[in-house]
């Protein structure tokens, strides 16, 4: 995967894929060549979108474009459709907030009568179909399903039942998918999100969350991406 970024929220997934990199490959006793570029971008679908736009503009404008750009980092998991400690691929990446509200419930934002113009590619940016299956044989006992992006962390048993039923084929969210998936649709570059899950979405409970056990998981999504 000459030319890839991988961007995550924070410094802690970075130094978890990193290390995965590091590690030699298996069948060849070589590490991974230096053409994987893992940076922290910030959290939330707003930051992390404006630092991937700028790393891939300047990029571009150095000569130098990757080739793909990957959303990684850990993540809450739907529980019953995917384990703590499991590995995630996206299919796609959902806005799931972005909408209004209403007494009838949640309203998605292209139902608002917004000119199509207005929302880009809507609230759902597809993984690139070749990257996609590239992460997939490297991965192939990773979940692959939606990836929800939420600007506030699912917290209750009610919002969870609620977003589960909006969204049946979701498997995780987490909060940076989206803005990032937009900034390489813009700059016409490939992306993917990969996530690993650190505890199950509902209520808050940092008891049950898993972050070790995330955190490894990460890195050995990473040593399989040789």
């Known amino acids: 995967m000459s030319g890839l970024l991988v961007v995550t929220a924070v410094p802690a997934e970075a130094e978890a894929i990193r290390a995965g990199l590091a590690a030699p490959d298996r069948t060849t006793s070589r590490v991974t060549p230096p053409d994987v570029t893992v940076l922290p971008v910030g959290v939330g679908p707003a930051v992390a979108g ?88 490297a991965l192939p006992g990773a979940t692959v399903g939606t990836v929800l992006t939420v600007s506030t962390v ?12 909006r969204h049946p084929d979701a498997v995780a969210e987490a909060m940076e998918g989206y803005g990032v998936a937009v900034a390489a649709a813009q700059a016409g570059v490939p992306f993917a999100e990969l996530r690993t899950v650190s505890n199950p979405i509902g209520p808050r409970d940092r008891s049950a969350w898993r972050m070790r056990e995330a955190f490894a998981a990460l890195t050995a999504a990473a040593a399989a991406l040789h």
């Open 154 to 165: 699912t917290g209750t048993a009610a919002s969870t039942a609620a977003l589960a039923e």
């Open 50 to 137: 404006a630092a991937t736009a700028r790393l891939l503009a300047l990029a571009e404008a150095a000569g130098r474009p990757y080739r793909a750009v990957v959303s990684a980092g850990i993540a809450g998991g739907f529980a019953g459709r995917v384990a703590v400690g499991g590995t995630v691929l996206a299919d796609r990446s959902v806005a799931a907030d972005l909408g209004a509200e209403s007494p009838g419930g949640f309203i998605p934002v292209e139902d608002l009568g917004m000119p199509p113009e207005l929302l880009g590619g809507g609230r759902t940016v597809p993984a690139d179909p070749g990257l996609l299956a590239r992460l997939r044989a």
